[in-house]
């Protein structure tokens, strides 16, 4: 059962209506990198910065205009929705060519896929999805962003135990374009058999993933599957990494389609089991490191090359 109402004014640039109802979330992007299938020369003692909680997400000191206790269903193609805060409420879109700037979503999830039929063009910047106040996360709780078609700029997911998700290209999704972004996922409260991602493909179209952080951290015994998971023989169809940080995990980095693969970094010693595992014949470009972070966990240093040695991927 759905509860409306109409909206004439506000945050929305468009006309909308709200629902209580549906969680799922999944967002990520496209990448571009150039050159032709060899490993790249690294230098072993170079740093870069990537993006972190304070500088992705809704911007320090934002307060929002309003705030929301339900389900926002935007409806309207082209719409534009600023500066709101969800609490314990989903962000449903269900127009094509939407735009969502500087909104927070505390303990709730975004999702362009309704009954079946994907609406592309959802150009995400500024958002924040974290948790809410008392907020008690499970194995079955749904990907903040979902599910294709989708840019995402500078989001912030933290604290949930799924961040993006692309997927329904079978089903007309397009391409996903992760850029500017952090995505810290973390072992539910409730765990009986967590299989988490900071970004995962199932039916996935193209990814570009541009300058992204992906921080899985695990507690006790519940264990997720890795914070970046784009495997083969699962429907996804390639992937472009042009700077990519990624920690925790069995395996940080696991990938099985086509693509290329620039600026990967892998923190030293965050894995459980292997620092990768990839279907490297499928790789075209391959440049990644194992690196040190520091404090802050955005700023890395190069300790030594990680050559593309699997044929995994799955």
């Given at each position: 059962?759905?509860?409306?109402?109409?909206?004439?004014?506000?945050?929305f640039h468009g006309s909308n209506a709200?629902?209580?109802?549906?969680?799922?979330?999944?967002?990520?992007?496209?990448?571009?990198?150039?050159?032709?299938?060899?490993?790249?020369?690294?230098?072993?003692?170079t740093q870069s910065a990537f993006p972190?909680?304070?500088?992705?997400?809704?911007?320090?000191?934002?307060?929002?205009?309003?705030?929301?206790?339900?389900?926002i269903r935007i409806s309207k193609r082209?719409?534009?929705?600023?500066?709101?805060?969800?609490?314990?409420?989903?962000?449903?879109?269900?127009?094509?060519?939407?735009?969502?700037?500087?909104?927070?979503?505390?303990?709730?999830?975004?999702?362009?896929?309704?009954?079946?039929?994907?609406?592309?063009?959802?150009?995400?910047?500024?958002?924040?999805?974290?948790?809410?106040?008392?907020?008690?996360?499970?194995?079955?709780?749904?990907?903040?962003?979902?599910?294709?078609?989708?840019?995402?700029?500078?989001?912030?997911?933290?604290?949930?135990?799924?961040?993006?998700?692309?997927?329904?290209?079978?089903?007309?999704?397009?391409?996903?374009?992760?850029?500017?972004?952090?995505?810290?996922?973390?072992?539910?409260?409730?765990?009986?058999?967590?299989?988490?991602?900071?970004?995962?493909?199932?039916?996935?179209?193209?990814?570009?993933?541009?300058?992204?952080?992906?921080?899985?951290?695990?507690?006790?015994?519940?264990?997720?599957?890795?914070?970046?998971?784009?495997?083969?023989?699962?429907?996804?169809?390639?992937?472009?990494?042009?700077?990519?940080?990624?920690?925790?995990?069995?395996?940080?980095?696991?990938?099985?389609?086509?693509?290329?693969?620039?600026?990967?970094?892998?923190?030293?010693?965050?894995?459980?089991?292997?620092?990768?595992?990839?279907?490297?014949?499928?790789?075209?470009?391959?440049?990644?490191?194992?690196?040190?972070?520091?404090?802050?966990?955005?700023?890395?240093?190069?300790?030594?090359?990680?050559?593309?040695?699997?044929?995994?991927?799955?």
């Amino acid at each position: 059962m759905f509860a409306t109402e109409a909206c004439t004014a506000g945050p929305f640039h468009g006309s909308n209506a709200w629902t209580i109802g549906a969680s799922v979330a999944a967002t990520i992007l496209t990448l571009a990198s150039a050159a032709t299938g060899q490993e790249l020369a690294a230098d072993q003692h170079t740093q870069s910065a990537f993006p972190g909680p304070t500088t992705t997400g809704v911007p320090l000191n934002w307060k929002p205009t309003t705030t929301f206790n339900r389900t926002i269903r935007i409806s309207k193609r082209g719409a534009v929705l600023e500066d709101v805060r969800l609490v314990n409420a989903d962000l449903i879109i269900d127009a094509d060519d939407v735009t969502v700037r500087r909104v927070e979503i505390q303990g709730g999830h975004i999702l362009n896929e309704v009954n079946g039929k994907c609406h592309n063009g959802l150009l995400l910047e500024d958002v924040s999805l974290v948790r809410a106040p008392g907020q008690i996360t499970t194995d079955a709780d749904a990907p903040a962003v979902a599910t294709g078609g989708y840019i995402a700029r500078r989001v912030k997911i933290d604290g949930l135990p799924e961040g993006f998700r692309v997927g329904g290209r079978s089903r007309g999704c397009g391409a996903v374009r992760i850029e500017d972004s952090y995505v810290k996922v973390t072992s539910p409260e409730v765990c009986r058999d967590w299989h988490g991602d900071g970004i995962q493909g199932y039916d996935g179209a193209a990814l570009t993933v541009r300058n992204v952080t992906l921080h899985m951290v695990e507690v006790g015994m519940c264990g997720g599957t890795a914070p970046f998971f784009y495997p083969h023989s699962q429907g996804n169809e390639s992937v472009e990494i042009d700077g990519l940080l990624a920690q925790g995990g069995g395996a940080p980095f696991r990938l099985g389609t086509p693509g290329s693969v620039v600026g990967l970094r892998i923190v030293e010693g965050s894995w459980g089991y292997r620092p990768i595992d990839v279907r490297c014949s499928a790789i075209n470009v391959w440049d990644a490191q194992i690196v040190t972070v520091e404090a802050s966990g955005q700023r890395s240093t190069v300790v030594r090359k990680q050559p593309c040695n699997t044929d995994g991927g799955s």
